[in-house]
C-alpha cells in the first residue's frame, strides 16, 4: 500500500513549456485534490476530482487542467509555464466525506513537487 | 472570505513546556471537521488530529490535544511537553461535508511556525 505518490519530486521548466504532474493513489479514495504551497499562503486549492470522469475547479485553477479517466490517476497540466507557477505542489486524496456520515474522513497527502519556473 | 485564520505566524516554546496554536474557523454549515497537519523542514504534510462538529468531546492524540470551542468557532491545537522534533510548521484546516452545495474540499489557514528552544 503506497498511499499517494507524485512524480517528479522537482522540476525545473523554461517559461512557456508544457508538463504534467504525475499524482496516483492505491486506496480507492473517490476524492483527489491538488493544491499549490507558496510561502505565507498556505495550501491553496487548484482543481479536485470527486470521483473518475468529475473535475472541478479549487480556488487558483488559471494555468493548470485536470482529467481523472480512473480512480487511481489525476494528473495535473501545466498548459505553458509562467514563472508564477514556481511553487511546491501537493496531491491529495480521501474517501468522500458525506455529511449524513458519522465519520469524518482525513486527507491523505504525497510527498510533494517543488517546480521552478525559468 | 477567509474561513481559517490563524493569528501566530511564529512561535517559540521552551522543550518540555506545554504550547497551544491559535485557530478560528466560519462556516454557517452544520456538519465540518477541522483538522490539524504538521510540516516539518522535509516538506511532508502529517496528519495530527482531527474533530468533528458533532463531536462532544474534545480530540486526543497523544501529545496533541485539540481544544474545540465550537460557540466561538475555535480549534485550538494544544502540543503537551514539546519536544526539539516538534519544530515544524503547523496547519489548521476545516472540511465541510460532502453534499447540500459543498463538495467538501479541505481549506487551509496560512499556518503557525512552531520552534522549540532546548
Known amino acids: 500500500n503506497a498511499g499517494v505518490t507524485q512524480t517528479p519530486k522537482f522540476q525545473v521548466l523554461k517559461t512557456g513549456q508544457s508538463m504534467t504532474l504525475q499524482c496516483a493513489q492505491d486506496?480507492?479514495?473517490?476524492?483527489m485534490s491538488w493544491y499549490r504551497q507558496d510561502p505565507g499562503m498556505g495550501l491553496r486549492l487548484i482543481h479536485y476530482?470527486?470521483?473518475?470522469?468529475?473535475?472541478d475547479q479549487g480556488e487558483v485553477p488559471n494555468g493548470y487542467n485536470v482529467s481523472r479517466s480512473t480512480t487511481e490517476d489525476f494528473p495535473l497540466r501545466l498548459l505553458s509555464a509562467a514563472p508564477s507557477q514556481t511553487s511546491v505542489y501537493f496531491c491529495?486524496?480521501?474517501?468522500?466525506?458525506?455529511?449524513?456520515?458519522?465519520?469524518?474522513?482525513?486527507?491523505?497527502f504525497g510527498p510533494g513537487t517543488r517546480l521552478l519556473v525559468l | 472570505a477567509q474561513k481559517i485564520t490563524q493569528t501566530q505566524p511564529g512561535m517559540f516554546v521552551q522543550e518540555k513546556e506545554a504550547v497551544t496554536l491559535d485557530c478560528t474557523y466560519d462556516?454557517?454549515?452544520?456538519?465540518?471537521?477541522l483538522f490539524w497537519y504538521k510540516q516539518p523542514s522535509s516538506g511532508e504534510m502529517i496528519f495530527l488530529i482531527y474533530?468533528?462538529?458533532?463531536d462532544q468531546q474534545n480530540a486526543t492524540e497523544g501529545r496533541y490535544s485539540l481544544n474545540f470551542q465550537k460557540a466561538r468557532k475555535s480549534a485550538n491545537l494544544v502540543i503537551s511537553a514539546s519536544q526539539l522534533g516538534d519544530s515544524a510548521m503547523y496547519f489548521c484546516?476545516?472540511?465541510?461535508?460532502w453534499g447540500g452545495g459543498s463538495q467538501g474540499n479541505l481549506i487551509f489557514g496560512k499556518g503557525t511556525k512552531l520552534s522549540v528552544k532546548p
Open positions: 474533530q468533528g462538529s458533532y
Open positions: 462556516t454557517s454549515d452544520p456538519s465540518y471537521g
Open positions: 484546516a476545516m472540511r465541510e461535508g
Open positions: 486506496m480507492n479514495h473517490e476524492y
Open positions: 476530482s470527486v470521483g473518475a470522469g468529475i473535475t
Open positions: 491529495a486524496s480521501s474517501s468522500r466525506w458525506d455529511r449524513y456520515k458519522g465519520t469524518v474522513e482525513t486527507q491523505y
